[in-house]
């Protein structure tokens, strides 16, 4: 079903598919906006009167995406649900006439981006994946200095973070490795990017993998190539400080831009000369000190009215739509960076498994040299087993014969377990099985709500 173009007097109408952590940001973001405004949300697990507190009092909650569809009609749809429905609710709201935004990941897998994209084009609708680093002013101001730069050389793109315990949409546990999956498209994206950006002749040339290395303790390190452009990637879970920077070196210069500072070091010109060595450590010390400062200055005084990014890429979408410009995501740089993305998830994935294998091997080692339970001292639950304390708690209770039961919202893995412990996997938050308490005379409770 093709929509007539919205009048340009007219608001567009903005749907939102979830209501978790991220969809709230993009409400607040679709608010900023001159021309549109949200009108409905549907998430089958949302509570309509939490969601009262931030969502504007006139917008209806509906329990299911169809439902949505049929009774608002909006004219965009913006994809805030887990990354395995991204593809299928794209689909859906692509055949009732929407243009939609898909967070990242935009799809799991190339078939699946492909059919989507495919299916856009056939509708006449827009679709945009939620690269919004792109829009941040470190990438805008790299942007313009690009042009002084000379010809891209080398391009790296490094980005180091701290897992936390809770899902974006606030509900449920999430793996350190379901993490770096759902966060790996934003430096790939900037490194795609900039590797064929703002050079003519290599927008169309395919971006090569080199090589392409992952660990299943949350590293990923690719090397890739397009024309005369190398490309570097370092992603992990474990480096520290935290950070986020693009490093591009031109044949006349280089820069730095951080993402987590928000700003952008540059050194142009050749730096051959002698004086120019000389000169060039301090330019960049100097930048570093005025530069943060100014950054944090703006961060304690002009406070964040969005998610960073956020309200300029739907800004820039909204108005693709408005007026039939291109969308400010192209269809190849969101296959480019699936593709990319779904190699290093089969990767992951085999690494994990293979992981996997080796510590039930341990586990089993040590647990065969364990003493056997004393039955007559009765078994202990621990709640908030998998957790700092409660693993040494359940440790402790096992190694001095106790019959030791922890209790999580998840089994983790054989790599996290304590040898002769049995795991069941509860959420204290809900309805309790009673058999949960066979064999037990007394119950630790170390469970503790968590954020950050």
Known sequence: MLKPEKPSEEKLRIAL????????????????????????????????????????????????AEVLLKNIEPDVVHICTPPGTHSALASLALSHGAHVYVEKPFALTSLEAGEVLSLAKGAGRKVCAGHQLLFESPALRSEEL?????????????????????????????????QLVDILPHPIYLLLHFMKGNHPGVEDVPVETLALEVKATGLVRGLFQCGDVAGNLVVTLEGRPVESYLRVVGTNGCLMADFVRGTVMALPGPGTSGISKVINPYSQSWQTVTKTTRALSARLFNKQKSYPGLAEILRAFYGSIRTGAPSPVSHQSIMETVAICEETY??????????????????????????????????????????????????????????????????????????????VAVDLAEEIPPDLLDKINLVVHCAAETAG
């Open 17 to 64: 598919f979830g209501a978790g952590k991220m969809a709230l940001h993009h409400a607040g973001a679709i608010g900023l906006q001159e021309n549109a405004m949200l009108v409905g949300v549907a998430d089958p697990a949302a509570d309509p009167a939490v969601l009262r507190e931030t969502l504007p009092m006139d917008v209806p909650v509906f329990p299911d």
């Open 146 to 178: 690009m042009k002084v730069l000379g010809k891209p050389v080398y391009i790296e793109s490094y980005f180091s973070f701290r897992p936390v315990r809770r899902s974006q949409d606030g509900r449920r546990t999430i793996s350190p490795l379901e």
């Open 346 to 423: 089969q990767k992951l994935k085999r690494a994990e498994a293979e992981e996997s294998v080796k510590a039930e091997v341990s586990l089993k080692r040590l647990e065969s040299n364990l003493s056997t339970v004393d039955s007559t001292r009765g078994g202990v639950l621990v709640t908030g087993g998998t957790g700092l304390l409660g693993k040494v708690v359940a440790a402790k209770l096992r190694n001095r014969k106790f019959f030791t039961r922890v209790v999580s919202r998840k089994i983790p893995p054989e790599s996290e377990r304590i040898p002769g412990v049995e795991y």
